[in-house]
Structures are given as C-alpha cells and as structure tokens.
C-alpha cells in the first residue's frame, strides 16, 4: 500500500512539476546532510572531551580512594598502639 502511495504521489509529482522539484529536494538534502555533519562534529568534540574529563576525574577518584584505605589502616595502627598503651 505505501509503495503504490509513494509511487502515485512521485508520478504526479513527476508530471506536474517535472525533475526541478526533485533536484530541489536533493539540494535541500545536501545542505541538511552539511549541517547534520557539522553538528555531529561538534557533538563528536563534545563526547571526547565528556570522555577525557571522565577517564580523569576516574583517576583522582582511585588515587582518593587509596589514599583514603591509607589513612583508615593508619588510624587503626594508631589507635591499637594507643590501646596497647593504654593496657600496660
């Protein structure tokens, strides 16, 4: 049913106005597809540097987190040698 619609409308569109209105909707075509390249361009540069700032602020997360283990095993050590103290 679509394919006989789509037929229909370009042989009446065909007859009508001849290969002008087809030619027109081809530049048309062209100069969204120029856009849509540019945008996704600038979308492309936008998720790698969405990308490059994730994979960093992932490294200072995994240094922050080491170092949080460090200081927690720090404080255990200090606080068992003060409760060993405290017992003699």
């Known amino acids: 049913m679509i394919t006989f619609l789509a037929t229909a ?3 009446f569109v065909a007859y009508r106005y001849g290969g002008d209105s087809f030619r027109w909707f081809g530049d048309e ?3 969204a597809a120029a856009d849509a390249k540019v945008f996704m361009s ?3 540069d936008k998720a790698d540097d969405i990308g490059s700032r ?3 602020l992932m ?3 995994k240094k922050t987190k080491e170092a949080v283990k460090k200081i927690n095993k ?3 050590v200090i606080q068992d040698n003060s409760t060993d103290d405290s017992n003699h």
Request: aromatic content about 16%; overall charge negative; cysteine-free.
């Open 42 to 44: 600038k979308m492309a």
């Open 54 to 56: 994730m994979h960093a």
């Open 59 to 61: 490294g200072t997360y």
């Open 9 to 11: 409308l370009f042989l």
């Open 29 to 31: 075509l062209e100069y």
């Open 74 to 76: 720090a404080a255990e």
